[in-house]
């Protein structure tokens, strides 16, 4: 049956409904996903389409759906991925100079889960070198642009799969979080964005930045659409020797609306007026009022080393990330420099050519803080505030069910703004990295716009408990409309 399938490319739900109800077909879906990409090539946000073989899984679905099969809630419906989850026969770059060429010879777990569950892979999205960024300026590619504001950032380093739900063009897409990669994003263009907790999530094939922290997740329109992707996504993967053998729950059937009896913990350090944008803190609270409305307790609570969390991060981040991308040297794969006399020369210009600044940047400082004379100082001392920030946690969900606080600090800020600042840059994820760093799940779900931006409101919860996050961000979004609000059209070329 032909029809307009803008409609249901506007989430999981409403493609599925469509589908089940015969008003379009998978191969119609992804065709006017490949349109709509096309049409928004000038937010830079998808770096790589995949028309034949999401062409040929699309006509897969249409005949087992004729067949009259079971099917999982994502069969049929496209969706893309970060550039740095590895799909077999198919180039992945992580939006790195360093990896032209590189072909992957597997797929990651993640993909074989959306396979397995009938989802369409329609391509690759932007994101910063080896997601390291909050603005996605960090890119091969170049930077990809905000759909509510093209001369904005979208975040990083999810930001082109964060952009390409909110202009459209898919109702789902993949991201990965080390300290804040798809929640910010997702406050920036006005999606939800779900890391789950650490181990939920099978990290084999996910090209890794900072082993300890890193964690796939869904960017999606709505806490019910995260849900659905997730209960497919998740589970154990035993080449992945940091997933936990735990059994997934059915996370829809979580989502029943109600809040009352939810004790919701309000942390003094990140209600406080000084580095936050007093439009983004009135925002916030109002969301946290609603949620007070739909019957869940407010209560105050403290998370005293909150202040150490940035250091703590950048410290183990770049450590991490010092050893993981030792491995591209330009021996194995990806970008080899041409001419070296001798290897030390060819490791010299190959990363020299291939790696962007940020990636340098880090990958020096890790270096520094791993040598000798210097691991005790800064490593080893950064172990030790980490135990202390999962302590406050722990401490935390005493008093309370969920910890709710502002996303990001601040509206989504224009292209170029921080980049040559990159103490200012990091002080974005303020909000955010004591989730990777404790392993906790968190969600960003929009609340009030202001000044025509979106703004996040965060939720984190106990380990293992995201289904709880879900239900109260659900409720949320029963109550309000702002996950339904949509940026302009395709906007004018910002270049």
Known sequence: MTTDAAGPLESVASARRALGEGRVSSAELVEAALSRAQERVALSAVVGVRPTRAREAAAASDARRAAGEALSPLDGVPLLLKDNMVVRGEPTTCGSRILEGFVSPYDAGV????????????????????????????????????????????????????????????????????????????????????????????????VAFASSLDQIGPLTRSAADAADLLAVIAGHDPRDSTSLPEPVPDYAAALDGDVSGLTIGLPRECFVEEGVEPGVLASVRAAVEELSAAGAKLVEISLPHTAHAIATYYLIATAEASSNLSRFDGVRYGRRAAGADDIDELYRRSRSEGFGAEVKRRILLGTYVLSAGYYDAYYRRAQQVRTLLRRDFDAAFERCDLIATPTTPELAFPLGEKSGDPVTMYLSDIYTVTANLVGAPGISIPCAPVDGMPVGLQLLGRRLDEATLLRAADAFQRRTDFHEQRPPGPPEDPT
Not at 126 to 141: H, L, P, Q, V, Y
Not at 156 to 180: C, M, N, R, Y
């Open 111 to 206: 993909v074989e889960r959306l396979q397995q569950g009938g989802a369409v892979i329609l391509g690759r999205c932007n994101m910063d070198e080896f997601a390291m960024g909050s603005s996605t300026e960090n890119s091969c590619f170049g930077p990809a642009h905000n759909p509510w504001d093209p001369t904005r950032s979208c975040g990083g380093s999810s930001g082109g799969s964060a952009a390409s739900v909110a202009a459209g063009i898919v109702p789902a897409a993949l991201g990965s979080d080390t300290g804040g990669s798809i929640r910010q994003p997702a406050a920036f263009c006005g999606v939800t964005g779900l890391k789950p907790t650490y181990g939920r999530v099978s990290r084999w094939g996910l």
